[in-house]
C-alpha cells in the first residue's frame, strides 16, 4: 500500500493551498505540536522537524527533561532567551580574551553545557537544574567538568549583573577547582640529554629549551632567529602558535598564555648547543623559524607529531610514561631549585592568572641571569656543555 501524501517516517509535512508548508510531529508526551510558522518550502520544514527530533533525542541521551516548543516559547517569554543564544553572545562579546580562549570557550558551551541546559531559558536557571548538569559531566574528566562548569559561573554571573538572575545558581563548592589526576613525571638531567640526544641534531635544541627554560609547547614551536639574544644569552618569548581541531586545524599564531612578553636568561650550558643550532639548522632571516618542520603545509610543529617522537626518544633513555609538557615541569623544578622565589619562578614560567596574580612580582633582568646561571650549576653533566660534534649529529 503507498504511504499515505504528507506522511513520513517521523514527523508529518502537508502543502497549503497557499502553498507554503505546514510541519508538525508527536512528542514524547503523545501530543501533537505544530511549526511557530508556515514554511516558504519543503527543506525549511524539514529542517525544523529535524532540530526538534534532534532535542528530543539529545533529552533521551543526557536524561534531562524534554521542553516542548509551545513551553519554551512560554518559558522564554516570561524569562528570556535560551542559556545557548545568551552563553554565545556572551562569549562573542568577551573583548578582554584571547581567539583561542573564545574558541576554547565555544567548545566547551558546544559539547559540554548546550546538550543538556542550552534550551532551557537563562531566566529559569536554578540551582536544581544546575546541580543536576553537574552530576552528569564525565567524572573520570575533572579538567572538563571544571571549564564546564567555571564557564557556566561566569556566564550566569554576568547575567546576575544584568538582572536576568536573582542570584548566581551555580552554588556548588569547589566545582571549579579540579584535582589534578596525574602527577608530571620529572626527568633528571642526564635522562632529559639522552632524550635530547635521540632527537638528532634538528630537534635536539628545542628539548632542551622546553626543559631548561619552561617553555611551553607553542611558544617553543613559534621561536624565531630574532628571539635569540646577542651570544644565546637571553631568549625573548612573545608568540605562541596553537592548532585547534574547532578552527579546522589551521595554524594561528598569537601572543602567549598570558599575554604578555617576557625575556629570560638561558642557562649558560646550553648556549654553544643553540649557537651551534643557529648555524646549522637555521635560515639567516631574522623571522626564520629555529624548529621548522617539513610535514604538511605548515611550518610548525604540530604537538601531535611532536608527542610521536618525544614518546619513542623517552623509551629510548629509559624512561616511559613522560608527556612534553612534563619538560615544563622539569624546568619549573630546576628554576625553584636553583634559588628563585615564587615570583620569579612565575616570572620565568610567563604566568599570570587570578591564582597567581597576587603573587606576580617584577623580576630584575639580572636576577634572571643569576637564575639561568644556577640552572647550569646544577646540571653537571659535561656532555650537555659541549656541542655535539659531526660524528654524533650524523648518528
Known amino acids: 500500500m503507498s504511504a499515505k501524501r504528507g506522511h513520513r517516517s517521523w514527523g508529518h509535512i502537508r502543502k497549503l493551498d497557499s502553498g507554503r508548508f505546514q510541519a508538525s510531529f508527536v512528542g514524547p508526551d503523545l501530543k501533537r505540536?505544530?511549526?511557530?510558522?508556515?514554511?516558504?518550502?519543503?527543506?525549511?520544514?524539514?529542517g525544523w522537524l529535524a532540530r526538534q527530533r534532534e532535542k528530543i533525542q539529545l533529552a533521551a541521551y543526557n536524561g534531562s527533561v524534554w521542553v516542548s516548543p509551545v513551553a519554551a516559547e512560554t518559558q522564554e517569554k516570561i524569562t528570556g532567551e535560551s542559556l545557548a543564544d545568551y552563553a554565545t553572545e556572551w562569549i562573542k562579546n568577551r573583548t578582554n580574551i584571547k581567539t583561542s580562549t573564545k574558541l576554547l570557550y565555544g567548545d566547551v558551551l558546544k559539547n559540554h553545557i548546550a546538550p543538556t541546559l542550552g534550551q532551557t531559558?537563562?531566566?529559569?536557571?536554578?540551582?536544581?537544574?544546575?546541580?543536576?548538569?553537574?552530576?552528569?559531566?564525565?567524572?573520570?574528566?575533572?579538567?572538563?567538568?571544571?571549564?564546564?562548569?567555571?564557564?557556566?559561573?561566569?556566564?550566569?554571573?554576568?547575567?546576575?549583573?544584568?538582572?536576568?538572575?536573582?542570584?548566581?545558581?551555580?552554588?556548588?563548592?569547589?566545582?571549579?577547582?579540579?584535582?589534578?589526576?596525574?602527577q608530571p613525571v620529572l626527568l633528571t638531567v642526564d635522562e632529559l640529554a639522552r632524550v635530547a640526544d635521540e632527537f638528532g641534531p634538528r630537534l635536539r635544541v628545542m628539548v632542551l629549551l622546553s626543559g631548561f627554560c619552561a617553555l611551553r609547547f607553542g611558544e617553543a614551536t613559534e621561536l624565531q632567529r630574532k628571539d635569540i639574544g646577542e651570544g644565546c644569552e637571553t631568549i625573548?618569548?612573545?608568540?605562541?602558535?596553537?592548532?585547534?581541531?574547532?578552527?579546522?586545524?589551521?595554524?594561528?599564531?598569537?601572543?602567549?598564555?598570558?599575554?604578555?612578553?617576557?625575556?629570560?636568561g638561558v642557562p649558560p650550558h646550553?648556549?654553544?648547543?643553540?649557537?651551534?643550532?643557529?648555524?646549522t639548522n637555521v635560515g639567516p632571516q631574522p623571522e626564520a623559524l629555529l624548529f621548522a618542520s617539513a610535514r604538511g603545509s605548515c611550518n610548525h610543529w604540530q604537538q601531535n607529531s611532536f608527542r610521536e617522537q618525544f614518546v619513542k626518544a623517552?623509551?629510548?633513555?629509559g624512561r616511559e610514561n613522560v608527556t612534553?609538557?612534563?619538560?615544563?615541569?622539569?624546568?619549573?623544578?630546576?628554576?625553584?631549585?636553583?634559588?628563585?622565589?615564587?615570583?620569579?619562578?612565575?616570572?620565568?614560567?610567563?604566568?599570570?592568572?587570578?591564582?597567581?596574580?597576587?603573587?606576580?612580582q617584577h623580576s630584575e633582568a639580572t636576577r634572571?641571569?643569576?637564575?639561568?646561571?644556577?640552572?647550569?650549576?646544577?646540571?653537571?653533566?659535561?656532555?650537555?656543555?659541549?656541542?655535539a660534534n659531526e660524528s654524533s649529529e650524523s648518528a
Open 33 to 46: 505540536y505544530n511549526g511557530p510558522v508556515t514554511f516558504d518550502s519543503r527543506v525549511m520544514a524539514e
Open 121 to 182: 531559558a537563562i531566566g529559569g536557571l536554578s540551582t536544581q537544574l544546575v546541580a543536576h548538569w553537574y552530576s552528569r559531566l564525565p567524572a573520570d574528566k575533572p579538567r572538563v567538568r571544571s571549564q564546564a562548569y567555571s564557564l557556566l559561573h561566569a556566564i550566569c554571573g554576568t547575567a546576575v549583573e544584568n538582572e536576568l538572575l536573582a542570584k548566581n545558581p551555580c552554588a556548588i563548592k569547589g566545582a571549579s577547582n579540579t584535582t589534578r589526576k596525574r
Open 236 to 264: 625573548t618569548i612573545s608568540r605562541a602558535v596553537t592548532h585547534r581541531q574547532s578552527d579546522d586545524g589551521r595554524c594561528r599564531i598569537g601572543t602567549t598564555k598570558s599575554g604578555k612578553g617576557r625575556t629570560i
Open 270 to 279: 646550553i648556549r654553544a648547543d643553540i649557537k651551534h643550532h643557529l648555524d
Open 314 to 317: 623517552c623509551k629510548k633513555a
Open 324 to 360: 612534553v609538557h612534563d619538560l615544563r615541569h622539569f624546568g619549573a623544578t630546576m628554576t625553584a631549585r636553583a634559588g628563585a622565589t615564587v615570583a620569579e619562578v612565575q616570572a620565568r614560567l610567563g604566568h599570570s592568572n587570578y591564582k597567581t596574580a597576587m603573587a606576580y
Open 368 to 387: 634572571q641571569d643569576e637564575i639561568a646561571d644556577a640552572i647550569s650549576r646544577l646540571a653537571t653533566r659535561p656532555k650537555l656543555a659541549v656541542v
